[in-house]
């Protein structure tokens, strides 16, 4: 099993940044590919950013690509998610996800979820 803690949400004015934080314990020592993923009012889930097991490989979602950065920090066990030029549409839950992978690509079906954390992006 493999349990997730997102942290670091929380209110932002268009154009702020925000970093959102994920720990991850439990079979932490396999490869596991990341991503984040959020749900806003009235909307279903959509995909975020996803990185691979080893960091080498990433991607975005249209919507955040050249202003959200994700990376991890496999020592730390955390994945992270540097959100800049942050607008209104940006404003979700945020949720970090895992999935088991051995191909070091980012991968499109996740196992894993954590609880997520709010993001709210004043206009």
């Known amino acids: 099993q493999v349990q997730l803690v997102e942290s670091g949400g929380g209110l932002e004015q268009t154009g702020g940044s925000l970093r959102l934080s994920c720990a991850a314990s439990?079979?932490?020592?396999?490869?596991?590919?990341m991503g984040w993923f959020r749900q806003a009012p009235g909307k279903e889930r959509e995909f975020v950013a996803g990185i691979s097991w080893s960091g080498r490989r990433t991607s975005y979602a249209d919507s955040v690509k050249g202003r959200f950065t994700i990376s991890r920090d496999n020592a730390k066990n955390m994945v992270y998610l540097q959100m800049n030029s942050l607008k209104p549409e940006d404003t979700a839950v945020y949720y970090c996800?895992?999935?088991?992978?051995?191909?070091?690509?980012?991968?499109?079906?996740?196992?894993?979820w954590g609880q997520g954390t709010q993001v709210t992006v004043s206009s």
């Open positions: 996800a895992a999935q088991h992978d051995y191909s070091d690509y980012v991968s499109v079906e996740y196992d894993y």
């Open positions: 439990g079979r932490t020592f396999s490869r596991l590919a």
